[in-house]
């Protein structure tokens, strides 16, 4: 297993008493991130996480205090990993973020991403969102060489209690990956037990900034060790090998402290 060389450097923890109070603050971190990668590079890149944790910070996003300060026309939403379901599926993670967040805020429809799943072998999904990624961000770019991985300025991550992140499990061989941006998982693992598409630790691992958000004393164990003893966490825990080229942030409430 190929660890990052990077373990040693410490992430900036950031504990709140509440997820409500962690959303909430979440919510302007993402605000003002945007504002700046606008400001600098006239874009904003997100890739959001599923689960039921972010759904709390994607309501607040679609409040009107961050709505109107977001910069929606210049933002385009992608999805770190997906669940190989309808997009209208109670476990689908774009219609977590469809109906919390995109349906009620301005974005527009030709800024979002999402994986295409129904109908899709999960191999071919996988293909077909590295596909549009690699079209996308050469097009952004505006450089005919291609590129060995994206840049997004932001990916949001959650962490299971088995020290996953995203659709990467411990044990699977798609951790090893080193060329590929996507990824289909068997998933037989996952709750729920269902194959899905992720982004791998390379396109992870070169994001501008990369923020968890974790909630919840039965993930304080892993988390934790991931904090204080890097190194074996990563022979165990997906989530500890997340060492991004920026900024790593763990917005946590009190349950992991």
Not at 189 to 200: I, M
Not at 205 to 224: E, H, I, P, T, Y
Not at 243 to 249: A, E, H, Y
Request: net charge negative; glycine share 4%.
């Amino acid at each position: 297993m190929e660890i990052p060389d990077n373990l040693t450097m410490k992430p900036e923890i950031r504990s709140y008493p509440t997820l409500l109070d962690l959303s909430k603050a979440a919510a302007e971190f993402i605000v003002e991130l945007a504002e700046t990668a606008v400001e600098d590079r006239t874009i904003f890149t997100l890739a959001l996480s599923g689960g039921s944790t972010p759904r709390l910070l994607y309501e607040y996003l679609a409040k009107e205090e961050f709505a109107r300060r977001m910069p929606w026309e210049h933002t385009h939403v992608f999805w770190g990993d997906e669940r190989c379901v309808s997009p209208d599926h109670p476990d689908s993670n774009f219609a977590l973020a469809f109906e919390s967040l995109i349906s009620k805020a301005p974005v527009p429809s030709e800024n979002v991403h999402r994986v295409p799943t129904e109908g899709e072998l999960p191999k071919t999904a996988a293909r077909e969102y590295e596909r549009s990624l690699r079209e996308f961000f050469q097009d952004a770019a505006r450089d005919r060489m291609p590129m060995a991985f994206p840049a997004f300025d932001l990916i949001l991550l959650g962490l299971g209690k088995d020290g996953h992140t995203a659709s990467l499990f411990p044990g699977e061989p798609v951790l090893e990956e080193k060329t590929r941006w996507v990824v289909a998982v068997a998933g037989t693992s996952a709750s729920p037990a269902v194959p899905r598409v992720t982004l791998t630790f390379p396109v992870i691992n070169q994001a501008r900034c990369v923020l968890f958000l974790a909630s919840g004393s039965d993930k304080r164990d892993v988390f934790q060790e991931i904090l204080n003893s890097p190194e074996s966490a990563a022979q165990q825990y997906p989530a500890a090998r997340v060492r991004p080229s920026g900024s790593l942030l763990w917005f946590i409430d009190e349950g992991l402290v």
